[in-house]
């Protein structure tokens, strides 16, 4: 189960492993923000983005003889390098259409891919059939036990770190696609600094999350959807992240497309870090001056969760 | 006198005010360089550059009530931000032609700004001038013995963290201009890691101290000369910097300016920073292959030392 214990044990096994990655901030960006934003810069993390804590956490868990995953990229990377770092195959099933540089990346790190049609084609399907062949352990991209205690290393990193900044009461803006990370680092925060709360951000027309909240039960995103935000387009959060968000996580916050690219083009000129859309999603909805549930108080934390971007993408956002 | 006391003493008075930047590290990076290489992310400092830790130490050293910097740039902004932290007025003196993004921060930090023309007028009478009409501290960019124990703060940073990755012997890559930087590291390696050798880097066309410390003498930039990299403009090293980076420091390197742009999309792609011109060129050194005086050994250390570019000259970097 998914518990304090769970994270402490996986913060012990990525003990000079994973990055402990900086909390970052600008005078620029409190000013826009009307109060102290700090952003944890897990864009910094091995192969740019948090999924490399899970990843290796479910390495050394399970160790395994290889591993399968499934992902849009970044669960990709991290777990091609873990299992290279390891001394096991990987296989991975990524979508056709997925970014360039991270099927490029994820090649180069070692994987053997197996490419899908994100339309027609069942990863779950897919991955599983293929660790079943193989006897290789499937490392999902968030609905696991060692995966989400893993992500939840943040949240112990958080805690600290803001701590030393002299903030125990904000909100904790988290980019949310299966919810894999906002449940870790809920769980850890509700352990270590229980005046820090969760808020999951999702962008525009995968919001299940958000809807989910308020209905009180898991809601689904409607299939075909597109979004330049292609770390967060999970079908809906799993059967082990949602209980978690919803026991404690406040109000789902949801953001546009133009507002991500403004704010991957501030967080290059402001804090010199490279954010993906996906990644950036928290930091927009903290800039954000409107909207229902809008955030309160001092100060606000934001996970910058990955920065896996194509050059002409950010090129895009540079124009903004 | 610049020493090792003297930068344990300026490290005391940045301890919880200025940022331990992370070493970052890519194995894609390693694989072009054929070693492993470690990025010092100062572009992560507060401000976008190390220029913050000389400045807030000649602030907290001299306790002024005021203070004058004349700066292409970076310097400009951690002296504004400095002395707002500390709240005292600050006159800037820039060139017109400085990037846009760096006349618009220091103004938004607070400063006053006096403009002058680089080819026709001369900074330094034009600080000091300021700096007795005013009974303001003037706060050099390099060559003053409080800004350089600032900059080898960086330099201890970089013994702890490079210890903590069992690399006791490296050349470590820095973007020389005034040679403020250089020289404290150097001092603080001298002392701390004495596997570590400091080699300057610089642009071309602004190769001054690699031609120096081939001449065994200091040796100006012709000038009128231009580059991408405003940051390591300076006439010459200083009377300060120049004496220690003679006894300590390495042949230098010099970098081209297609190299740089190239790295800036690296730094991008493989690390998720956000890297100006001439805080480019280390990392362009240690990934080039070839050159005089090339790098040798299992590893190298660069210091990324800013990231203060202004977008359109990113989005050129994407495009190369």
């Known amino acids: 189960m998914s518990d304090i214990a769970a994270i402490e044990a996986a913060a012990g096994r990525l003990k000079g492993h994973a990055r402990r990655t900086p909390l970052l901030s600008s005078p620029f960006l409190d000013e826009i923000a009307g109060r102290r934003v700090l952003v944890k810069a897990e864009c910094l993390q091995h192969t740019g983005a948090f999924k490399f804590r899970g990843a290796w956490n479910a390495l050394c868990a399970l160790a395994p003889k290889g591993v399968v995953a499934f992902s849009s990229g970044n669960h990709a990377q991290a777990v091609a390098l873990a299992a290279r770092l390891k001394g096991v195959p990987s296989v991975i099933v990524m979508p056709a259409d997925a970014p360039a540089i991270k099927i490029a990346n994820t090649r180069a790190l070692g994987a053997e891919l197996v490419l899908y049609d994100r339309e027609k084609e069942d990863r779950d399907a897919i991955g599983a059939a293929l660790a079943s062949e193989r006897g290789f352990a499937l490392i999902k991209p968030f609905d696991m036990e060692e995966v989400i205690a893993g992500q939840g290393t943040t949240g112990l990193e958080i805690a600290e770190q803001a701590g030393a900044e002299g903030v125990a009461g904000a909100d904790v803006l988290v980019p949310c696609g299966g919810g894999g990370l906002s449940a870790g680092i809920a769980l850890a925060l509700e352990a270590r600094a229980p005046g ?125």
């Open 196 to 320: 820090l709360r969760v808020r999951t951000v999702e962008p525009e027309g995968f919001d299940d999350v958000a809807r989910s909240l308020v209905a009180g039960r898991a809601l689904g995103n409607v299939p075909g959807g597109a979004s330049i935000c292609d770390a967060l387009m999970a079908p809906q959060a799993g059967a082990l992240t949602w209980p978690v968000i919803q026991r404690l996580c406040g109000p789902g916050l949801v953001v546009g497309e133009d507002a991500v690219l403004r704010v991957m083009a501030l967080a290059h000129d402001r804090l010199k870090i490279v954010l993906e859309p996906g990644g950036a999603v928290a930091l927009a909805a903290a800039l954000a001056s409107t909207g229902a549930g809008s955030i309160e108080g001092e100060a606000v934390i934001v996970v910058a969760s990955g920065g896996n971007v194509d050059r002409a993408v950010m090129a895009r956002a540079l124009e903004s």
